[in-house]
């Protein structure tokens, strides 16, 4: 009998431990489950992250994607590595992003201050003559003076508002335009042309050279334009019944437009200031002029790949040289 009772005991604790071990092994799957998910889990959310850091990184834009592969080329190509190298770059566009907005700024408030300087003076004539104008004691011949030289003011500002905008849209690629290889004798002839009236005012001779018609790289609308604004500057400083001449040579890569006058001259030492905006030599400070007319001639002969000099002495007049690209056969 005793020994039928601790038979029955040990086999009751034996069906104990096999619940144990039933009930053990059991969460120890729920444990593994559970792992398995939040691993599942965390392995996704960490996939999502990468993508949405990979589609800010390329919404940046081209300027800090293309500085980026060099500086990061050592990181290796693990999720954690690669996380953080996509945060590293992510600041160092948002730091590339506000040097650019600072640049941006400077840029901004220089051109209001030299807007402002160069507005000053036409704006204060037009405020002087409008006051006068109310007098109205004033004879006819008078006020009829007073009102062109406002018209005269006003047509400065509309001009000179017109070269700003012009100058800020090449400046920015707002403005494009196409080049080709074209002939150089009608852009040629169209700036002479514009020019021939205030020319013919002042006695001025216009020379163009004989030469052959030859292919070069260029927009015949800005280039005459550019060249406009070189001859502009020619019939202004030069004397009563002198000459201004224009040639053109053929160089090896290049072929050279030559306008020479007979006028005050330049300075040395402002060849490369005469071509920034807004810049007037002392010589001519108190004459009227905007100081852009140069600034745009080299911008746009810089869109088409070529380029301006000067050479000049004090009183024997100034050579200004554009420099355009031969067709190459």
């Known amino acids: 009998m005793g020994a039928d009772m601790a038979f029955a005991a040990c086999e009751e604790i034996k069906g104990a431990a096999d619940k144990l071990t039933l009930v053990f092994a059991l969460c120890l799957l729920v444990c593994l489950a559970v792992i398995l998910l939040e691993t599942v889990y965390f392995l996704r959310q960490w996939k999502r992250m990468d993508q949405i850091l990979d589609d800010f990184w390329n919404s940046m834009g081209s300027g800090e994607e293309a500085e980026a592969p060099a500086f990061y080329s050592d990181v290796q190509e693990t999720r954690e590595s690669r996380i953080v190298s996509q945060l590293r770059r992510i600041v160092d566009g948002a730091r590339y992003k506000e040097r650019q907005a600072l640049g941006e700024r400077d840029q901004v408030m220089e051109l209001i201050s030299d807007l402002s300087h160069q507005l000053k003076t036409p704006l204060a004539n037009i405020i002087m003559n409008t006051e006068l104008l109310q007098d109205t004691s004033l004879d006819e011949e008078c006020r009829a003076e007073f009102l062109a030289h406002t018209r005269d003011q006003a047509d400065k500002l509309q001009w000179l508002m017109a070269d700003l905008l012009k100058a800020s ?161």
């Open 169 to 329: 849209r090449l400046e920015n690629g707002m403005i494009r335009f196409d080049a080709g290889y074209t002939g150089i004798r009608e852009t040629i002839a169209r700036a002479v042309s514009a020019v021939f009236a205030q020319a013919s005012a002042k006695r001025l001779e216009l020379v163009t050279t004989e030469f052959k018609d030859i292919r070069l790289w260029h927009n015949p609308k800005w280039t005459a334009e550019a060249m406009t604004n070189i001859l502009e500057n020619a019939v202004k400083y030069s004397p009563e019944g002198s000459s201004i001449k224009i040639t053109l040579e053929e160089l090896e890569i290049y072929a050279k437009v030559t306008i020479e006058d007979e006028g005050i001259g330049i300075p040395e030492k402002e060849y490369n200031l005469i071509f920034q905006r807004f810049y007037r030599g002392k010589a001519v400070e108190q004459q009227e002029g905007s100081g852009l007319g140069l600034y745009l001639a080299q911008l746009i002969l810089k869109r088409e790949k070529g380029y301006i000099t000067v050479s000049s002495e004090e009183g024997a007049g100034s050579r200004f040289s554009l420099f355009l690209l031969k067709e190459t056969n």
